[in-house]
């Protein structure tokens, strides 16, 4: 009986043991803690405005011409385009004849408008827009000077 005692003593022990050994192996300290980094955004590059659709045969008071085209993205990834606007150059003038009015922007009219509201892929010639268009105005004035001219659109994406 002696030994079963003994046996059960060294068992007792082993297990206090074990539990202190497992104790010990599973403590540890926790901590939280704070820090800083960074990341940089880019930037992108003016897309370029096209006019694809050919404007021919203005005269005074003929009828209005539509104004389409597309975009070139050189971007990394696409572009919000929310509308296009135009102008007649306000540099623009043509006069040949000194004996007559000058042909200026106020010999035309853009009207209407392009809504894009797409994002533009990357690319050229990608996208379009319409709606705009371009006439020449009938004004009370000789407008023989605008016989035969190149009319330069400014187009402004936005």
Do not use: E
Not at 22 to 43: E, F, K, L, P
Not at 102 to 123: E, K, L, N, R
Not at 137 to 142: D, G, K, V
């Amino acid at each position: 009986m002696r030994k079963m005692r003994g046996t059960k003593r060294v068992a007792a022990i082993a297990a206090v043991l074990a539990l202190v050994v497992a104790g010990i192996a599973t403590a540890y300290w926790t901590q939280g803690g704070s820090g800083t980094g960074s990341a940089n955004t880019g930037t992108t590059t003016a897309i370029v405005v096209h006019q694809t659709s050919p404007v021919a045969g203005l005269y005074p008071g003929g009828p209005a011409v539509t104004l389409s085209g597309n975009f070139d993205n050189s971007n990394a990834g696409p572009v919000l385009v929310s509308a296009v606007t135009a102008v007649v150059d306000p540099a623009f003038t043509a006069q040949a004849d000194l004996t007559k009015p000058a042909c200026t922007p106020a010999d035309f009219v853009i009207a209407g408008a392009a809504p894009v509201g797409v994002q533009i892929p990357s690319g050229n010639a990608v996208g379009a827009w319409t709606g705009l268009t371009i006439q020449m105005q009938n004004s009370a004035s000789n407008q023989d000077n605008c016989k035969n001219v190149t009319v330069t659109i400014d187009y402004t994406a936005s």
